[in-house]
T-cell receptor, first 116, second 111 residues
Framework: SAVISQKPSRDICQRGTSLTIQCQVD?????MFWYRQQPGQSLTLIATANQGSEATYESGFVIDKFPISRPNLTFSTLTVSNLSPEDSSIYLC?????????????FGPGTRLTVL | QKEVEQNSGPLSVPEGAIASLNCTYS??????FFWYRQYSGKSPELIMSIYSNGDKEDGRFTAQLNKASQYVSLLIRDSQPSDSATYLCAVNRGVDYKLSFGAGTTVTVRA
């Protein structure tokens, strides 16, 4: 599976500010995904980031709040804008992969965001 | 009904015992199923995938799939303290690698 890194690993931000999270993968991938994991909860897909096209957002997530860039096949950023304490979560990027002959996803280490 | 439901935890088992985790899904078009393990403070790690009815074994882990009943399970044999983690069931949504995740079951293996 691909090696995925995220920056920063954690951050503490003031409300009203923004945080940009970077996701870097060591091989070219078509599909990259961004998830949020709120404390004690499972993973919720925010959006799918495809190189060369606009990100596709899931219901309940909008581009103004979570703008995403995908400049090439190994890199993506997620910005969480106008932060509020409710945005305190772990943000995870994942990439397409294969397990046996089955399509799946592999996850980066995550970014833990705390909003004060 | 949630897309993917897992048996509520936490599940506590003694060392050496079998831990049994269950998952049901609502979308009949789903074709592939996954178990991820997530240690506290870490990201999910893929440990098993299955797409054919029946059992699939990998070391101490066995995944079981029954598409007619829309049911997938994970058995952990000879449970070890290092198996203590949250286990997430994930189902392929059939579109562009997208997955739907269950809420997770937290397993604690008592030494």
């Amino acid at each position: 599976s691909a090696v995925i890194s995220q920056k920063p690993s954690r951050d503490i931000c003031q409300r009203g500010t923004s945080l940009t999270i970077q996701c870097q993968v060591d091989s070219q991938v078509t599909m990259m995904f961004w998830y949020r994991q709120q404390p004690g909860q499972s993973l919720t897909l925010i959006a799918t980031a495809n190189q060369g096209s606009e990100a596709t957002y899931e219901s309940g997530f909008v581009i103004d709040k979570f703008p995403i860039s995908r400049p090439n096949l190994t890199f993506s950023t997620l910005t969480v804008s106008n932060l509020s304490p409710e945005d305190s979560s772990i943000y995870l990027c994942s990439v397409e992969g294969t397990s046996g002959s089955t399509d799946t996803q592999y996850f980066g280490p995550g970014t833990r965001l705390t909003v004060l | 009904q949630k897309e993917v439901e897992q048996n509520s935890g936490p599940l506590s088992v003694p060392e050496g015992a079998i831990a049994s985790l269950n998952c049901t899904y609502s979308d009949r078009v789903s074709q592939s199923f996954f178990w991820y393990r997530q240690y506290s403070g870490k990201s999910p790690e893929l440990i098993m995938s299955i797409y054919s009815n029946g059992d699939k074994e990998d070391g101490r882990f066995t995944a079981q799939l029954n598409k007619a009943s829309q049911y997938v399970s994970l058995l952990i044999r000879d449970s070890q303290p290092s198996d203590s983690a949250t286990y997430l069931c994930a189902v392929n949504r059939g579109v562009d690698y997208k997955l739907s995740f269950g809420a997770g079951t937290t397993v604690t293996v008592r030494a």
